[in-house]
């Protein structure tokens, strides 16, 4: 065999920078346990820890039709769910697009006014009969009696913005984000500014639960995963990365425990977000390489997040961008410049978040042996047309190493759950759910990560205990569920 070109020896070279050996993930797992611990234990931690007030996760047993909302972005989306008690669903959806105007609304009114309307409209189209035997019924004789218990749909809020949660259904809007900004409403209670807006249009429908979309994604499969377990973990790997683990009462020590009432403590358990994202953002333990650290200091918020900037689709793409860019310029390495450079100036490869992640999950999953599909997607994303099958081989063992890397360290997370929980000790399943993208699309992710699961001290062959499942819809049926566990816990 020919020796390797210098674009591929490089190429090699930097791979390796990427590489998370053994120890390393030994020691972020014992780090990620005392972090955890810390947030439990106070506030302003790296991993917040925040309690979510929910106190059980279903079995797959539960019944009910439940209304859930979600807020996050661009749409507002309005579901009802029929659980129907034997780990399966029935949804029924309308999404429509915030405009813009309600989005900087020059009062919260507007804005939870026109979301409040959303949701009648979707009674009056989806539930008509319930529709006229509540709503119009009301209308029509003009009576102001209250609905009966049996007439109230619960609801569960999916609001994807930053919020400090006091209880599960009460919760007061931190600040804005995602091109929102409606001033007023920063400091309010985003659950009771939805039900002020519902009760205007004297709707049958109660606010029962504030919900984060990790949370959601860990309700979502607790109910639909094999065998009615209880799933210990819920965790992301899209956009962003976070978990939501099912954690001891009585070790959540920051709280009031004992002497909170509106907590239910039959199980002694509740629900903690962790917000692992910013786990370890001092580095003491994460991998920090040159490009990780340019693209820190060259993102809007440096310094912070710094798990999810080494793990997370929105970052792993821009990694593999500075290091392709990089061996560019190396005078040695040459990549991409046979016969003059390659890169056209109008390249996306020159600008920030030029690289789509999706362009990992293409190499990564391209096994011809000149690596046409690769030398595709070069052409087809970034204009480069000609590349040899060293450039593509080298670019692609790069891609490799920054994706199995985030799977390694995504390992880290779980495994440091498995032991917290001491859960992997019992002789039980162990269910995780997840969701996202990257989990779900890149060859290999839950591979790489369980591999890093088995290196890990306490966890080892334990390991095949676990099982890893998808988890679709955590703001529709996760929602939902939050709302029928808000509901027991309370009625
Ligand atoms: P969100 O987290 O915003 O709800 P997704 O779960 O779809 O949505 O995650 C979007 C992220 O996943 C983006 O950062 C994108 O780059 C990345 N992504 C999209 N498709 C793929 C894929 N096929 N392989 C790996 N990453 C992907």
Known sequence: MAAPSPSLDAALRVAREFDLPSDQVQRGVDEFLSQMAEGLAKNGTTLSQIPTYVTSVPNGTEKGLYLAVDLGGTNFR????????DSTFDLTQNKVAIPRDMMVASSYK???????????????EHHNEHFEATVRRRRLTGTTDQYRREEIFDLGFTFSFPVHQTSINRGTLIRWTKGFDIPDAVGKDVCLMLQDAINELHLPVRVAALVNDTVGTLMARSYTSPGNTETLLGAIFGTGTNGAYVEKLDKVAKLDVKNDRTIDHTKNQMV???????????????PNTIYDQQLDAESVNPGIQMFEKRVSGMFLGEILRRAILALTKDSEAKLLQTDGNLIPSDSPLYEIWGIDTSFLSIIEADTTSDLTATKAALFEHFKVSNATTDDAQAIKAIGHAIAKRAARLSGIALAAILLDTKRIDTDETVDIGVDGSLVEFYPKFVDYMREAMREIKGVGEKESKVRIGIAKDGSGVGAALIALVAHKGYA
């Not at 309005?78 to 008690?85: A, E, P, Q, Y």
């Open 78 to 85: 309005v579901c009802s769910i029929n659980l129907k008690g």
């Open 110 to 124: 507007q804005l939870f006014k026109f979301l409040a309307t959303q949701i009648e409209a979707f009674l009056e």
């Open 272 to 286: 903690i977000n962790t917000e692992w994202g910013s786990f370890d953002n001092h580095l003491s333990v994460l």
